[in-house]
């Protein structure tokens, strides 16, 4: 089990479990950022997934335009 996925599973529904998603997935996203996109285009549509998806997005964008490595793995 990765940390995101214990974060949704044992941290109430609300906005510190958001948070604690958004801060996990952005960690796994800097060493696998492929399997931390996957992982988060199969979360359920909802906010956090909408969110999750933008903060990569986001991540992406910004390594590109800042001319450090692209995302990988």
């Known amino acids: 089990m990765n ?3 214990f974060v949704l599973e044992e941290i109430p529904t ?3 479990q958001d ?3 958004i ?3 952005h960690q796994w996203s800097i060493s696998g950022f492929y399997a931390a996109s996957s992982w988060a285009r ?4 909802s906010p ?3 969110r999750a998806l933008k ?3 986001g991540m992406a964008s910004y390594r590109l335009n ?3 490595p692209s995302p990988q793995n």
Request: glycine share 12%.
């Open 14 to 16: 609300g906005a510190a």
């Open 66 to 68: 800042a001319g450090g």
């Open 48 to 50: 956090i997934r909408d």
């Open 42 to 45: 199969q979360i359920p549509e």
């Open 3 to 5: 940390a995101v996925s």
């Open 55 to 57: 903060e990569l997005s």
């Open 19 to 21: 948070e604690a998603v």
């Open 23 to 25: 801060m996990a997935l």
